[in-house]
């Protein structure tokens, strides 16, 4: 076994919808700022009750079911996330016993930000290939709001809550896969909040923009200089839904479709780890995705890391 394909995507969001028309009444800000320069015009929160464990479990079990496996054959459960509900048990763990998955592979959560999902990915690739299962469970979950600082503006108003959840089988045909890391510390990071002594969410935007419209191009290239693939091989493109403006510059680069390259961070913000499989399960939900068509994930963010996955979609049902 040398790949994966995707068989079946789930999805979870809270239920709290935070517009940016909410967020005006709390900092100074407005749609009118918030949407030309990033595409988000609301994002989901979650309420007090709702955690990072609920989220993961809702998308995971979506995903199994739509799966239509016996979920006896899951080989591995990788959860990314970077705000999980505790340490330790792992959320991947608790997925294992909510879902009643077997117990005798890894479970275990990994942490690379924005780009988590895509060595999740990975790491799943990793496990199916050293105990010969047949598939694999993961999910990118966050709960942001919890480590926002709602008196920032710069950053509270770009973030958001969810999860997404892939299964992915054991596959020869179309597997090319990409990552790099590089540390720094001084542009995406968690800030001290000097009124309360907490840790939250701190980003210099402009340096974060530079580094990923330089991040998703060598991606991208890197994976067409791999699989000797164009772009015009390439059915559809979910990257990590951070700005619009991100996403249109990489488009304008390459000269595709514009549709070849799927929005979502209109209605839910950037989601870290949860959304490139939000995206992607928005776009397998949406029927315009067909089975056998090539899917490329590419991920950037904190870290600073960046990775990217070119697979096929083929659900079983
Ligand atoms: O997953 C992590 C990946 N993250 C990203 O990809 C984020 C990448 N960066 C960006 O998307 C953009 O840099 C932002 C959307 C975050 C910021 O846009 P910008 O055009 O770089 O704005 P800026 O930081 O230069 O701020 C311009 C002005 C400043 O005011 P002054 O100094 O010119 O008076 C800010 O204080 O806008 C002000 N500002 C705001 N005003 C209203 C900053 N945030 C807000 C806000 N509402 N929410």
């Known amino acids: 076994m040398t790949g994966l394909k995707i068989i079946a995507t789930g999805g979870a969001l809270p239920s709290r919808v935070v517009t940016n028309d909410d967020l005006s009444k709390i900092v100074d800000t407005s749609d009118e700022w918030i949407y030309p320069r990033t595409g988000i015009h609301s994002r989901y929160f979650c309420g007090e009750n709702e955690s990072t464990t609920d989220l993961a479990i809702k998308a995971a079990s979506q995903a199994l079911e739509r799966a239509n496996i016996d979920k006896e054959q899951i080989g591995c459960v990788v959860v990314a996330t970077l705000s999980a509900e505790f340490a330790c048990p792992s959320t991947a763990c608790l997925i294992q016993e909510a879902l009643g998955l077997p117990t005798d592979i890894a479970a275990l959560d990994i942490n690379a930000a924005c780009t988590g999902f895509i060595y999740g ?178 991920g950037f963010g904190g870290g600073l890391t960046e990775a990217g996955v070119l697979l096929s979609y083929a659900p079983k049902a």
């Not at 990915?121 to 999910?139: H, P, W």
């Not at 990923?212 to 990590?240: L, Q, Y």
């Not at 488009?251 to 839910?268: G, H, I, L, Q, S």
């Open 121 to 298: 990915t990975e790491v799943a690739r990793g496990f199916l290939s050293a105990n010969g299962k047949k598939y694999a469970l993961v999910i990118g979950v966050e709960k942001l709001s919890k480590i926002l600082d709602m008196t920032d503006r710069t950053t509270c108003v770009l973030f958001g809550d969810g999860a997404g959840a892939a299964v992915y089988e054991a596959d020869d045909t179309m597997y090319y896969s990409i990552q790099g890391a590089c540390g720094a510390k001084d542009i995406l990071v968690p800030g001290i909040n000097e009124a309360d002594g907490k840790s939250y969410v701190s980003m210099n935007g402009k340096n974060v923009f530079k580094f990923a419209v330089s991040a998703i191009p060598r991606v991208i290239n890197g994976i067409f200089e791999k699989s000797e693939k164009t772009m015009d091989d390439v059915d559809w493109v979910v990257c990590h839904q951070a700005n619009s403006r991100i996403i249109d510059h990489v488009v304008k680069k390459y000269k595709a479709p514009t549709e070849k390259f799927y929005k979502n961070m209109d209605r839910f913000g950037n989601t870290s780890a949860a959304s490139v499989p939000l995206a992607l399960n928005e776009l397998c939900e949406s029927g315009k995705v067909k089975s056998g068509d090539s899917v490329m994930l590419v």
